[in-house]
């Protein structure tokens, strides 16, 4: 079975295509289940989000293509959800979804992923700010709010690397993904950035296995022809670290599958 959990709609104000051309895409790549998964509304970085009046568009946008494309494919409704602290809203905590994903996109309200602030990397200790992503990544994890970790290392997505080893930075926040009892996502958005491979690297998602953290799939697609890219790629990828079921959800509720 293919999952695919982590995708957007034009609400974001920073992707194309319309719902049903996603979905046509994902039947066309054999996807079984899809989800979408736009950006949550806050009241933080407006320009990059759907707003909070337009939460029901997307709820409507969503629910009628699943009841559309109902016996070809099954398509799901969540939020990626900005960790944010003092941002987050419980109209999107606590909202009927079936499932939230966590990510971290802001450093002290930098926006460190995004190519406009691309310039304070130079100014910036490295490994300090990996520290940091992910001292936010395993407070994200032990707020119990989310059901899968985005992109768990896309503090590595321009290639600035840490001197310091990646894994015993990243340890504390994994130990607390497993005690929340998240899944991290297998995304492949990072194919298509500077550091050329999936979030996360060979050796965070071995430790992932390790820990017997699961795990699901995400094309984060921001455009339809985006959707199923690297799919064969990052299966193998997960397949030869050990991994043979990935994760898909409904209403809150995990299932795991065999992929």
């Known amino acids: 079975m293919k999952i695919d959990l982590h995708n957007h709609t034009v609400l974001c104000n920073h992707a194309e295509g319309s719902v049903d051309a996603y979905v046509e895409k994902a039947i066309e790549a054999g996807i ?3 989800g979408f998964s736009d ?4 009241h933080f970085d407006p320009e990059y989000r759907m707003s909070f009046a337009q939460t029901e568009e997307y709820r409507e946008m969503v629910m ?5 494309y109902a016996g070809r494919i099954d398509v799901l409704f969540g939020y990626e959800v900005d960790y ?29 992923d ?30 119990r709010h989310f059901d899968i970790v985005g992109h768990l ?32 996502e297998l995304n492949v958005a990072g194919y298509r950035k500077p550091v050329g491979e999936a979030y996360p690297s060979r050796e965070l998602l071995e430790r992932a296995y390790e820990l017997g953290i699961p795990i699901t799939f995400g094309s984060d697609a921001h455009k339809p022809e985006q959707v199923g890219l690297y799919r064969d790629e990052v299966e193998a990828f997960a397949r030869s670290v050990g991994y043979t079921r990935c994760a898909t959800y409904s209403r809150r509720d995990r299932e795991l599958v065999t992929f």
């Open 114 to 143: 995004n190519p406009e602030f691309i310039g304070r990397y130079e100014h910036e200790d490295i490994d300090r700010i990996w520290r940091e992503y992910f001292q936010l990544v395993e407070a994200m994890a032990q707020s």
């Open 84 to 112: 944010l602290p003092g941002y987050m809203d419980d109209r999107i905590l606590n909202a009927d979804v079936d499932y939230l994903i966590g990510s971290v996109h802001f450093i002290d309200q930098w926006g460190f």
């Open 32 to 34: 079984n289940v899809f």
């Open 64 to 68: 009628k293509a699943k009841a559309r």
């Open 153 to 184: 290392d896309l503090i590595k997505v321009f290639k600035f690397m840490p001197n310091a080893p990646v894994g015993a930075i990243a340890e504390g926040a994994l130990r607390a993904i497993k005690e929340a009892d998240m899944a991290i």
């Open 39 to 42: 950006h949550a509304p806050m």
